[in-house]
């Protein structure tokens, strides 16, 4: 049984939790790769879906370490970010790994134009925001 006036302090969170939401993001489906052969580079395909573009807080995860893994037989590092995105955002979808969350602005300028993947989305109806996990693939 919940408490009385838990849903009250709970409201109140996640106010507080928007208030620290300073990041803008979009987070967006990208289709299939698309390779130049002018260049020879590989870039992801135009949107299949564009699921939400707003406030967020981008930050790393404490316990990441940048973990060191070779694609395409170069060494890539995985940083491990934690997005929340406010928990009444309305979004067109929901998210699946493989999506893309791109920072539009940040009051921390070396974050703008940040690009990472999802790599998971947290679910849970006493959250303060709504959690995704994402990486920095670089």
């Given amino acids: 049984m919940i408490a009385p006036g838990f849903e009250e302090f ?3 969170c996640r106010v507080a939790a928007e208030d ?10 990208p289709g299939p790769d ?21 406030q967020a807080r981008v930050k790393p995860v404490a316990a990441a370490s940048g973990e060191e893994v070779v694609a395409a037989d170069r060494p890539v590092t995985l940083t491990d970010f934690e997005v929340s995105v406010p ?5 067109t979808g929901r998210p699946v790994p493989g999506a ?3 920072v539009l602005t940040s ?3 070396r974050m703008v134009g940040l690009r990472m993947w ?21």
């Fill in 10 to 12: 709970l409201a109140r």
């Fill in 107 to 109: 009051p921390d300028s």
């Fill in 87 to 91: 928990w009444a955002a309305t979004v």
């Fill in 34 to 54: 698309v390779f130049d052969r002018a260049t020879g580079t590989t870039t992801p395909g135009p949107p299949t879906a564009d699921y939400y573009t707003g």
């Fill in 118 to 138: 999802v790599t998971s989305i947290e679910f849970n109806s006493f959250a303060t925001a709504w959690r995704i996990r994402a990486e920095v693939r670089s």
């Fill in 100 to 102: 893309v969350v791109d």
């Fill in 20 to 29: 620290l939401q300073r990041d803008r993001i979009r987070l967006w489906m």
